[in-house]
């Protein structure tokens, strides 16, 4: 995400995502958790990679961290 960027606003079906995600828990087991489809996590991990401007999930979950969108480690 380059510093010219401001960030998105997540809902609270993507911040648990991406906590359940960073937690270790594979996409689709946390979708399932969340009642979603695999579809849907898909559409929603494009979208979110999209509006960070990264390339993977990881990278999703790391920009969300150092944002403050997430709880650190």
Do not use: I, N, Y
Request: proline content about 4%; aromatic content about 2%; cysteine-free.
């Amino acid at each position: 995400m380059t510093g010219d960027h401001q960030l998105p606003l997540l809902s609270r079906t993507e911040v648990r995502l991406l906590e359940l995600v960073a937690d270790g828990r594979a996409l689709t087991t946390a979708g399932a958790e969340l009642d979603l489809s695999p579809t849907a996590v898909s559409s929603t991990v494009a979208d979110l990679r999209r509006r960070f401007g990264v390339a993977s999930t990881a990278a999703v979950v790391a920009a969300a961290r150092d944002a403050g969108m997430l709880p650190g480690r």
